[in-house]
Each structure stands twice: as structure tokens, then as C-alpha cells.
């Protein structure tokens, strides 16, 4: 079973590889669209390989599931895929502070959090930019390079949140309402932490 799941994550690793190089030569080749924005889209894709996900949502839509699927069944199964990938990395004597740091994180906040508060805390975040991004896969009001622009500002590590929250304050209102609740329960949730660990 190990053995199957570091294989898995071998391929999704290559396949990651591929679609990411192919989304840089893609967004530079883009026609019809100035250097300057093609060269921040390229710069964006290349600091931050996720993008590459987010990008392909605008342009080839297959390729975005291919990436997106095994990352949302990763994410449904985090605590039993962080404890087989740990149990992989440890046998093979590999990533010793992987398994330390991991362990912590699956000690300290996965095992910690009651699973109430856990979940939104974890899905809402993505949700919210798969709301956004799929309004913006359809939105004729915007041209192709700029629901481009929108998504590679979805797939920023922490302002992509804040990117999606804003693009549905003007598209899409109920769902920037539940990103300001989650916003403060999430903020309610790090301050208690905070105040535990003083």
C-alpha cells in the first residue's frame, strides 16, 4: 500500500511537472495579448507552480482537473494520506524532518481542532476560490486575459484567498459573505491558539 501511494505521488509529481512547463511556454506564447502581461503571468507560474493549476481552468479545462482532482482527494483524505506518506518517508529513511515537522502538524492542529471547526477552517478557503474561478470560467463581461489575471491572483498562497473574496464582492455576494465569516472564524480560532500558547 506504501508502495502504491509513493507511486502516486511520483506520477501526480511528473504530471504537475509537465502541465506546469506547458502552462509557462503557453502563457508566454499567448496571442493577442501584450508582453508585459504575458511576462507577469510567466513570472507568477514560475515563482508559484500551483498557478499553473488555476491557469489552465481559462484555458484548457481538462488539464485543471487532471492537477485539481488528486490534490481535492488528497486534501478529503489529509490525515490518512499525511499518515501514509509519513510511514513512506520513514521507511525509506528519507525526509527526516518531514516526518518530524509533519508529525507535529498531525499532533498539534489536525488531531487538536475538533473536526467542526476544523473543516470549515481547511475547505472554506478553497471553496471560496472554486466558487470564483467557476463564475469566472463563464464571465463574458471579461476577456479571456483578464479572467486569466483573476486566476493566477486566485492561486497566490495567502492574498489568493483575499483575490477571490474581492472578484465575489462583485460577482458573486453570498459567497463573499461566507468569506468574511470564515475570515473571523478563522481569526477567533488563530487568536485562541495564540493565547494558549502564552
Not at 488539464?63 to 482532482?69: G, I, K, M, R, T
Amino acid at each position: 500500500m506504501l508502495t502504491l501511494l509513493f507511486i502516486a505521488i511520483v506520477l501526480y509529481g511528473v504530471t504537475f511537472a509537465f502541465l506546469w512547463g506547458w502552462s509557462v511556454v503557453h502563457a508566454i506564447l499567448t496571442p493577442r495579448v501584450e508582453w508585459g502581461r504575458r511576462g507577469l503571468w510567466t513570472a507568477a507560474i514560475v515563482v508559484n507552480p500551483v498557478s499553473a493549476m488555476w491557469y489552465w481552468y481559462v484555458w484548457k479545462r481538462w488539464a485543471f482537473w487532471v492537477l485539481f482532482a488528486p490534490a481535492l482527494a488528497f486534501m478529503a483524505l489529509l490525515p490518512f494520506a499525511l499518515e501514509g506518506m509519513l510511514r513512506a518517508f520513514a521507511v525509506r529513511d528519507v525526509a527526516d524532518r518531514f516526518v518530524t515537522i509533519g508529525t507535529l502538524f498531525l499532533n498539534n492542529v489536525l488531531d487538536a481542532i475538533p473536526l467542526p471547526i476544523l473543516i470549515p477552517l481547511v475547505v472554506l478557503p478553497l471553496v471560496l476560490r472554486l466558487a470564483a474561478l467557476a463564475h469566472l470560467g463563464g464571465n463574458s463581461d471579461l476577456t479571456a486575459a483578464d479572467r486569466n489575471d483573476q486566476a493566477i491572483a486566485f492561486a497566490l498562497p495567502l492574498f489568493g484567498f483575499g483575490a477571490a473574496l474581492t472578484y465575489c464582492f462583485k460577482w458573486r455576494r453570498a459567497w463573499a459573505a461566507f468569506g468574511l465569516a470564515w475570515f473571523v472564524l478563522a481569526t477567533g480560532t488563530v487568536w485562541s491558539f495564540v493565547r494558549f500558547i502564552k
